[in-house]
């Protein structure tokens, strides 16, 4: 069974600028959730995707916008990064019809903008 | 706006005890409640999940769930260094698929 990746690992960039981040989902999963944390908190959700529509979404501005691709896989784009923007970007993904909706995690992008 | 309340810690117990945990909610309609543990500089890893009032029990992690308190709490028996790690508390919001997170307790396990 494969887990959960994310690319890239680390990720700086400048203030202004536009970020893509990747995530492909665990085998059997259909469903993918974005998460955004900060230094010493926890992940705040941003949005989850499920048969590649926005299937909720967070407090975050439309400047974070995201994909979801028929394989599962999914991108997260961040526009005119700011610098809070700053923060460890988490990928979860989950099946969504099942019993339960437990969500894996990804191991993560730290985006860093200066 | 839904929370979801952890003691931030430290949390500093010595080895071989047990590690008491606790988180409160807000949203009384909530089904679904998970506990991740979360290493430093690592991404969060699901260690117990608990739907039904009452405890719920995995090797040393024993989960605990009061609806009726909207309290959930997860016991770590024969505490180990390794288990030195920020836990933290996600609620499902109730109507939604939305994990909603607490801030996390560190928990030291001191050898």
């Known amino acids: 069974e494969t887990g959960v990746t994310q690319s890239p690992t680390h990720l700086i960039k400048t203030r202004g600028q536009q970020v893509t981040l990747r995530c492909s989902s665990q085998s059997g999963h259909n469903t993918v959730s974005w998460y955004q944390q900060a230094l010493g908190q926890g992940p705040q959700f941003i949005f989850q995707?499920?048969?590649?529509?926005?299937?909720g979404r967070g407090n975050f501005p439309p400047r974070f916008s995201g994909l979801q691709f028929p394989n599962y896989s999914s991108e997260l784009n961040v526009n005119a990064l700011e610098l809070d923007d700053s923060a460890l970007y988490l990928c979860a993904s989950s099946y969504s019809g099942g019993l339960n909706n437990e969500q894996f995690f990804g191991p993560g992008t730290r985006l860093t903008v200066l | 706006q839904k929370e979801v309340e952890q003691n931030s810690g430290p949390l500093s117990v010595p080895e071989g005890a047990i590690a008491s945990l606790n988180c409160t909610y807000s949203?009384?309609?909530?089904?679904?409640f998970f506990w991740y543990r979360q290493y430093s500089g690592k991404s969060p890893e699901l260690i117990m999940s608990?739907?039904?009032?009452g405890d719920k029990e995995d090797g040393r992690f024993t989960a605990q769930l009061n609806k009726a308190s909207q309290y959930v709490s997860l016991l770590i028996r024969d505490s180990q260094p390794s288990d030195s790690a920020t836990y933290l508390c996600a609620v499902v919001e109730s109507g939604t698929y939305k994990y909603i997170f607490g801030t996390g307790t560190r928990l030291k396990v001191l050898a």
């Open positions: 995707y499920y048969r590649e529509e926005e299937n």
């Open positions: 949203d009384r309609g909530s089904q679904s």
């Open positions: 608990i739907y039904s009032n």
